[in-house]
């Protein structure tokens, strides 16, 4: 038990603490919701993504086997959200949204603080994390606009929609200047710099002040549904990355770090593609607070469980 607290308080609290801040901010001075998720979306996610591509060193048999977990794991998890939804008979909007509560999770504004506590910095885990991280964030910026447009918009729409995305020509960029060794200049450097290390601060404020401006109460008519986003993405997501890391034979810390990028909640990006594109807001809201909420108990339990096992 001493354990589970000391994870608890370390791990996870430090970022709860950050969240309950966003909160406390929003209660007090109404923020704008639109405005800092332009902020993460069009600036600090980019930025923060570029430097640690950039920057952090990730052998190619690393990157080889963290792409064969994540397409393996995103397989799993597509197929068992997809069989939920057929079951529950979901209506076009409501499968998108339930769709997008499992398959997008939270890898960056809680997946990186939560990699750099449970791993005390670990360049490796870090590593792990930056390449979840770039794939959770693209996929949102592509097929999430697809899945939640594809129903009532022409593809025309959702394409520019899609390219309008900065994420998706940081990636690349950021591979080639680090592949051909180009050096970024000092008076480029140093603004990256001040925004990627304000990334985790602003990040983890902006979930607060999200999770501040929702109603806190869950509607009995979607009660059973964020029941069911919560146990798939919090339960069904850490025991499938197990399962996953199991089959290909992935031990270890890199086995550990999988696993624990796996069970943080449900991403934010899933609320700004409810709000941006009127898909199930409420819904999308709500799956958000609660699995961030229980988030604190499960994502501890999982970090206890690795500490014990690897």
């Known amino acids: 038990m001493s354990i589970f607290l000391h994870i608890l308080l370390t791990n996870v609290m430090p970022m709860s603490i950050m969240i309950a801040i966003g909160i406390l901010l929003e209660r007090i001075f109404h923020l704008d919701i639109k405005t800092l998720s332009k902020l993460n979306f069009y600036l600090f996610s980019p930025a923060v993504i570029f430097t640690l591509l950039y920057e952090t060193p990730i052998a190619m048999d690393l990157i080889g086997k963290v792409l064969l977990f994540f397409f393996s794991f995103m397989i799993l998890q597509y197929l068992l959200v997809e069989l939920v939804v057929r079951l529950r008979r979901y209506r076009p909007t409501m499968r998108s949204a339930m769709r997008n509560s499992v398959l997008f999770y939270n890898s960056a504004n809680y997946g990186i603080p939560l990699n750099q506590l449970a791993f005390a910095g670990n360049k490796e885990t870090l590593g792990i ?7 959770q964030s693209l996929i949102p910026n592509t097929y999430g606009i697809y899945s939640v447009n594809s129903h009532k918009s022409n593809m025309k729409d959702v394409w520019k ?18 592949g051909f060794e180009v050096p970024i200049p000092d008076p480029i450097q140093t603004p990256l710099n001040y925004v990627s ?19 806190w109460k869950i509607s009995r008519s979607l009660a059973i549904d964020v029941s069911i986003s919560g146990v798939l993405r919090l339960i069904g997501g850490p025991l499938l990355a197990w399962a996953v890391v199991t089959l290909l034979g992935i031990e270890g810390i890199t086995a550990a770090a999988l696993i624990v990028s796996s069970a943080v909640p449900t991403s934010l990006s899933s609320v700004l593609l409810a709000v941006e594109f009127d898909n199930e807001k409420e819904f999308a809201s709500q799956a958000v607070f609660v699995s961030t ?6 994502v501890a339990i999982v970090i206890f469980a690795l500490n014990i096992h690897v």
Do not use: H, K, N
């Not at 994390?129 to 794939?135: D, H, L």
């Not at 909420?293 to 499960?298: A, D, E, K």
């Open 197 to 215: 290390d304000a990334f985790i601060g602003t990040a983890l404020l902006t979930l607060g002040v999200q999770l501040g401006q929702m109603e």
């Open 161 to 178: 929609t899609i390219i309008g995305m900065p994420v998706i020509y940081v990636i690349p960029l950021a591979f080639l200047l680090r």
């Open 129 to 135: 994390q930056i390449i979840i991280m770039m794939f």
């Open 293 to 298: 909420l229980i988030s604190i108990v499960t």
